[in-house]
């Protein structure tokens, strides 16, 4: 299922291998069908709360914010790509919180490469950054990634807990991760180009900026009343998707694409097959290598070895396989291999979907990417960013 996600021969959908995988998994007795039931219905608010963030994404980019976003980041650098590297850096830390890491790698990455052929800086750092971002800075919320969504659901915090503990982890590794940057791309990042604004200042579009502080406000007072957040969610895609078919900007069909639902398919498929894999000796495995306890020690090492397993078998197998294990020790273990699974795909192409859905996208715009460089990056900056921020949920934990 994996190396198919990877290669996508002739373009098919992840779900063309993964559906019939779990088929088969359920048809071998790897796992039983009413345990496979069970696994569908526990991710089926997961999925569709996914779904309807990817719409909401979707339809902000159909409003123009992500053109003005751009816009934004060229009349602020003016040629100089340290300016547009924290630009970058700004943007895509909020849209991957607010928006998930698909609309930072999907919908910002594209804009980037625009802003840097239109401002004349080279464009390698600020890619690089739309990548590393859209696993780093999903940190902050529940609804920023779809591991986030899964380790929401087994911590047991309500939406402004999740968000508190995380905060200072995101701000923390997303400046080690800036850091980084500055150093590993000195060379690309001194080559000034400095070119003087040019037309009128961008207009953000207000109606989608207001639908989305209208959702989160409403993940907020959804987790105080006990409701799940998949509504809140499901709302504003569906103003921001009315609108458009109001304004003959979308149709039935387009909404129906923007929810991805092959892929909607291919996280069940998945999780059906993880729980089989799990059920079948995984799980004792991995229960003799985790440490107990939510110590400082204790959250590092579980943080190291969900950062491990998420380049060997991806970030959302392995989040599926850890949170059964690290959920009786209680939130902290569970959010430090939220850290783990999330800052550690930066280590190579096939830690996450996200990456590799990058990766396309990148040589779309006839742009290589050399994987000894790419590899070369991450070693930095996996440990420089993992560490502290382990420290800093440990910091959050003693305080909150």
Known sequence: MLAWAVVRPFGWPEAVMAVPAAGIAVATGAIGLDHARAEAERLGPVVGFLAAVLMLAHFCDVEGLFQACGAWMARRSRGRPVRLLTSVFALASAITAVLSLDAT????????????????????????????????ASLLLPVSNLTNLLAFAASGLSFTRFAALM?????????????????????????????????????????????????????????????????????????????????????????????????????????????????????????????????????LAVAAVAAV????????????????????????????????????????YAGSLATLLWRRIVHQHEHGVNLREFTRLGLLAVPAALVPAVVALWGALQIL
């Not at 998945?270 to 729980?275: A, D, K, P, Q, T």
């Open 309 to 348: 397993l998420a380049n060997l078998i991806n970030n959302l197998p392995a989040v599926l396989v850890l949170l059964p294990l690290t959920a009786p020790a209680g939130p902290g273990a569970v959010l430090a291999v939220l850290l783990g699974v999330n800052i550690g795909p930066n280590l190579t």
């Open 105 to 136: 790698v999907v919908l910002l990455t594209p804009v980037v490469f625009a802003t840097a052929a239109r401002t004349g800086v080279r464009p390698k750092p600020h890619v690089y950054a739309c990548t590393h971002l859209s696993n780093t």
């Open 167 to 299: 905060a200072l982890p995101w701000l923390v590794a997303i400046g080690a991760e800036y850091m980084v940057f500055r150093r590993f791309f000195v060379r690309d990042l001194v080559a000034a180009v400095p070119s003087p604004p040019t037309g009128e200042p961008p207009e953000l579009p207000l109606f989608p900026l207001v639908t989305v502080a209208c959702t989160l406000a409403g993940f907020v007072v959804a987790s105080a009343f006990g409701v799940a957040p998949v509504w809140a969610a499901l709302a504003g895609a569906l103003v921001l998707a009315g609108r458009a078919l109001l304004r003959r900007r979308a149709t039935a069909l387009s909404v129906v694409r923007a929810a991805a639902p092959a892929f909607l398919a291919f996280v069940l498929a998945l999780g059906i097959v993880v729980r089989a894999v799990v059920d079948n000796g995984l799980a004792g495995a991995l229960g003799r290598v985790l440490p107990g306890g939510t110590g400082l020690p204790a959250l």
